[in-house]
């Protein structure tokens, strides 16, 4: 009895930690959009689920009375399958960082190597991973309030509803914390590391402002 009440202090103390650093590290802005996204997504969600039920659509264990039943849950899993997007954009991630990182090493062992920038391609990565995650915690709360309300599933008390929207809303905040450092301040091309500077400095040791192709965005000398 003592664990489990310190352990759900330290959930709410968790949760009260990330909600004020995610505010004061977005400075309030960010914030407050992402979680206005997540609680619409929320919102639909709780009310989709009460017309599926009302209309006899669903049962209230979430099975499907009809076909046209069959087709909105379908159509609703497709938005939760966060497994498969997050695989997506991870294996476009890859092909951007694979191919440039490699050809950056072997053409950087002859000392030939232009320096490349990887937080662009990371910057949308985290972009479209947040946007699923966000939606997916939207849902999630939604659902956990569904289940609540019209017994969904499993008989969900208030104290299991109150410890699952915790944890959602822990992982919401990191989410929008990420999503602020990787894409507002970009975090990544401000990394000064001595280290990698040497291992740069290496790779591109032979390349000369002659040997650098010229950009298409400078204009021709007159």
């Known amino acids: 009895m003592i664990m489990k009440i310190i352990t759900d202090f330290l959930l709410l103390l968790l949760l009260w930690k990330s909600t004020i650093s995610a505010i004061m590290t977005t ?49 609703a899993n497709s938005f939760i399958d966060i497994k498969t997007e997050i695989f997506t954009y991870t294996w476009i991630l890859l092909l951007f960082l694979l191919p440039y990182t490699i050809s950056y090493i072997i053409v950087g062992l002859f000392g030939y190597a232009v320096k490349i920038k990887l937080s662009k391609p990371i910057k949308y990565f985290v972009i479209f991973c947040s946007k699923s995650f966000i939606t997916v915690i939207g849902l999630s709360i939604g659902s956990i309030l569904s289940s609540l309300i019209f017994g969904f599933h499993t008989q969900l008390t208030l104290y299991h509803a109150i410890i699952a929207i915790s944890v959602e809303l822990i992982l919401l905040n990191t989410v929008i914390i990420l999503f602020y450092l990787f894409v507002s301040e970009d975090f990544l091309s401000k990394i000064n590391n001595p280290y990698l500077k040497k291992v740069d400095s290496f790779f591109c040791r032979n390349v000369t402002p002659q040997s650098i192709p010229p950009s298409k965005h400078t204009s021709p000398k007159n």
């Open 27 to 75: 400075r309030g802005s960010y914030y407050q959009n992402f979680l206005l996204f997540a609680l619409i997504n929320s919102y639909i969600c709780l009310s989709f689920n009460y017309i599926m039920v009302k209309y006899n659509y669903i049962d209230r264990n979430y099975i499907p009375l009809t076909r046209f039943g069959y087709f909105i849950q379908k159509i």
